[in-house]
C-alpha cells in the first residue's frame, strides 16, 4: 500500500491562524522573528499537544527562525476539535500537516527553500512522510520516532477480523481505522525518495521504540545524521530537551543562511 496515492482534503479560511481543515478548526501557534527566513513546522507526538513543543519555538525565535505549531485535529484527548480521537490514522495526520505545509510555504515571512519539518514520536513518522510528498521540505528532524508502529500492531493484530472497533490506548481511545491503516503498512515502501537533510534523535533508554529503529532507516536516506542521547527515553528529561533545541538550532544553521 502506497500512502502517498492517497487523495488529501483540505479548506481553508484564508487565515494565517487557525487554519481551517476539511471543515474544521485547527489550533495552531505562529511564531514570526523576521521575513523571508528560515522556518520549521513542528509535530507533536502521540497524545500529545503543540504545547510540548513551545520550548524549541521561543529558543529558534531568539536566533531568527519562524515556526508554527500545532495540534492535529484528532491526535490527542486535549485537542479541541469536535472529531473524536477514534478518527485518528496516520493518514488524517499527514493530511493536516499536508495542509500547514501548503498553507505557510508561500507566505512572506517564509524563505521557501529553507523549510523545515521537526516530528516528535508519531509526529516524526508523519513529518517523514510528509516529507516524501513535499520536495520543498529542506530538512527533517525527528526525535524518537516512531518507525516502529505499523510492526508493533502488526504483530498484535494480523488480520482485519482481530482488529478492535475501539480499544483505549496510553488513555486515548482509537477506533479501528487506526489499526487497518498499519496493516498493510510498510516502511520501506513509504520513505526512500526525499533527498534533503535529515536528523534524527533517539534516547538509548528508550522503552517504546528502541533507538535501534535507527538502522531501519539509514540506507533510505541520502543526507542522514543521528545522535544518541545517553540516559534518555520516550520524552526526554530538561536536559534533553536543551539539548535538542541546541542540536536543532545547529543543524537549521548548519543548512541554512542564518548563522
Known amino acids: 500500500m502506497k500512502l502517498l496515492t492517497f ?21 495552531g501557534v505562529l511564531t514570526v522573528a523576521r521575513d523571508q527566513a528560515p522556518f520549521v513546522i513542528f509535530s507533536h507526538g502521540y497524545n500529545g499537544t503543540e504545547k510540548n513543543l ?24 486535549n485537542e479541541a476539535s ?46 517523514s512522510l510528509v516529507a516524501e510528498a513535499r520536495k520543498e521540505v529542506a530538512g527533517l528532524f525527528l526525535m524518537f520516532t516512531v518507525f516502529s508502529v505499523a510492526k508493533d500492531w502488526q504483530q498484535q493484530y494480523q488480520t482485519k477480523t482481530a482488529i478492535p472497533d475501539r ?19 510498510a516502511l520501506e515502501d513509504e520513505i526512500g525518495s526525499y533527498e534533503g537533510f535529515v ?9 517504546v521504540v528502541s533507538h535501534t529503529v535507527t538502522d531501519w532507516v539509514k540506507p533510505l ?21 536543551e539539548k535538542t533545541s541546541e542540536v536543532l538550532r545547529q543543524f537549521i544553521q548548519k543548512h541554512t543562511s542564518i548563522k
Open 7 to 27: 487523495c488529501y482534503g483540505r479548506r481553508h479560511d484564508g487565515k494565517i491562524y487557525p487554519l481551517e481543515v476539511d471543515g474544521f478548526k485547527m489550533h
Open 54 to 77: 513551545t520550548h524549541h519555538c521561543q529558543l529558534l525565535a531568539e536566533q531568527g527562525i519562524n515556526s508554527y505549531r500545532f495540534d492535529f485535529l484528532v491526535g490527542s484527548v
Open 82 to 127: 469536535e472529531m473524536k480521537t477514534e478518527e485518528v490514522t496516520i493518514l488524517t495526520e499527514m493530511r493536516d500537516l499536508l495542509s500547514v505545509v501548503d498553507r505557510f510555504k508561500s507566505q512572506p515571512f517564509v524563505d521557501p527553500n529553507q523549510l523545515f519539518l521537526f516530528g516528535a514520536s508519531m509526529g516524526g513518522l508523519v513529518s
Open 167 to 185: 480499544l483505549v490506548f496510553w488513555g486515548m481511545p482509537l477506533g479501528r481505522p487506526f489499526f487497518e491503516v498499519l496493516l498493510d503498512f
Open 199 to 207: 536528523y534524527i534523535i533517539h534516547g538509548d533508554k528508550d522503552t
Open 221 to 241: 536516506y541520502k543526507n542522514l545524521e543521528v545522535q544518541i542521547f545517553l540516559g534518555e527515553g520516550h520524552g526526554f528529561s530538561k536536559a534533553g530537551e
